[in-house]
């Protein structure tokens, strides 16, 4: 059947009737006796559970999108994330689920060139263009000259379509010089006043809304730019994707081997973030370390190797009574990437290794204060959390710089080792029996 043929009422509930169904999922199925719906050849080639997961929202949503994206009328797509390293590793399961719906798709990807090893051998992934933040010190002449080049580069690739995935301004410019068919970006709900002006809903074709009260998870958040024009995600295509690559695999056995850890006999630690505001007390995590080492378990430390996060680690090695093996600004994002899939587990706070771990399948206990777990929680992955539950904490998550903007989260400087471990070997006990 060929990709777009429209299916009648009694083709589509015959489909749907040899699936296990319930008898209410197929009453409301029966709801829409009265129109014809068009599905894509691809939704009819997956598997039973994919339908039975979505088959009915699938018809639906479908009818409900009276604007959807012609996807055969589509050959090349950009997607913008101007942010930092773990929002881009967030917009990984965008990339797979327009490839998996529109496999002839050509989808390049625009970031920060700081973190384009968070997209760079992603299988659906055709081309990364960066920007450099270091544009921005140059004279004027010079930025100019490279933001022409760029935009010289991505002109040339004549797409169809725009998925601009922040508030960023530069993307509601860029779609306005590209001019491709389709062009879709996130409206915000009072959040960012210049997302809600008419020159920015002017820029894109179609724009979508954020939750008004409640929280929703960033990779939900960054699929609801294809949810707008009828591309709707199943479960098992919203999974991160990161490409170590067979470079990192061979440093990272070379440093294990050096090191004598063992895969899946280690308990990987990444104490620090970019923000402080966000990390947990060296004192505390030097005390998880040596609980951790009276349960025989062996930790591998990484962290960037900036001076602030440097001296983090330092601090908490001065605590300890053993040496720990300690890999700090000596791996690459990939390299990290490939040393976190070798671990027992992750821990760590609200970071972007914290991200890559989920990306890896490596069961993590993810520390959070002032940012929110259903906003940024560990994503697809056996995972533990562990947050205030303390009355005094109810004002978690703010979203501030630490409490009064002091740099210092209370809610989470004052989490309990006992907390963090318990919920470790929790994790770790899962694992096992599973």
């Known amino acids: 059947m060929s990709a777009g043929k429209t299916l009648n009422r009694t083709r589509l509930y015959h489909f749907c009737n040899t699936l296990p169904l319930s008898a209410e999922t197929l ?10 719906l068009s599905v894509a050849v691809h939704f009819m080639s997956m598997s039973h559970s994919y339908f039975n997961l979505g088959s009915v929202k699938f018809c639906y949503l479908l009818d409900m999108t009276p604007d959807a994206a012609d996807l055969s009328q589509i050959k090349r797509a950009l997607v913008v994330k101007l942010r930092h390293h773990g929002d881009v590793l967030l917009t990984s399961p965008v990339f797979q689920v327009l490839k998996n719906h529109a496999p002839s798709i050509e989808i390049d990807a625009l970031v920060y060139h700081d973190t384009r090893e968070m997209l760079t051998e992603h299988p659906a992934v055709s081309e990364v263009f960066t920007i450099d933040r270091e544009w921005k010190n140059l004279n004027v002449f010079a930025q100019g000259a490279r933001e022409w080049k760029l935009l010289k580069q991505l002109r040339m690739r004549r797409y169809d379509l725009v998925l601009h995935l922040t508030e960023h301004p530069r993307g509601a410019w860029l779609t306005r ?18 997302r809600d002006s008419k020159w920015w809903k002017s820029s894109f074709t179609h724009t979508y809304p954020s939750p008004r009260a409640t929280f929703r998870h960033t990779v939900e958040s960054n699929l609801d730019a294809l949810r707008r024009i009828g591309v709707y995600p199943g479960m098992q295509e919203k999974k991160l994707v990161l490409v170590p690559g067979k470079a990192a695999d061979e440093k990272v056995a070379a440093l294990m081997t050096k090191h004598g850890v063992e895969a899946k006999k280690f308990i990987h630690i990444h104490p620090t973030s970019r923000w402080f505001f966000k990390t947990w007390p060296a004192e505390r995590f030097a005390a998880l370390i040596l609980e951790l080492g009276r349960g025989g378990f062996k930790v591998v430390l990484t962290a ?9 680690i330092a601090a908490i090695k001065t605590e300890l009574k053993a040496p720990v093996v300690d890999l700090t600004g000596s791996l690459s994002l990939k390299e990290l990437a490939a040393l976190t899939r070798q671990a027992r587990a992750f821990v760590g706070v609200d970071s972007a290794p914290m991200h890559m771990a989920a990306a890896m399948q490596t069961p993590t206990v993810a520390l959070f204060g002032p940012s929110g777990e259903a906003h940024w929680g560990p994503w697809g992955v056996v995972h533990r959390i562990v947050a205030s539950q303390d009355p005094r904490h109810t004002c978690r998550p703010c979203g501030n710089d630490g409490c009064g903007g002091s740099k210092v989260s209370e809610c989470l400087t004052e989490l309990p080792v006992s907390q963090v471990l318990a919920a470790l070997n929790e994790l770790l006990a899962t694992e096992v029996t599973a």
């Open 177 to 194: 010089m590209l001019k491709p068919r389709y062009s879709v970006a996130q409206r915000a709900m009072g959040i960012n006043e210049g």
């Open 27 to 36: 009453a409301m199925a029966r709801c829409f006796e009265t129109y014809r």
């Open 304 to 312: 960037a190797p900036t001076q602030d996060e440097r001296a983090m």
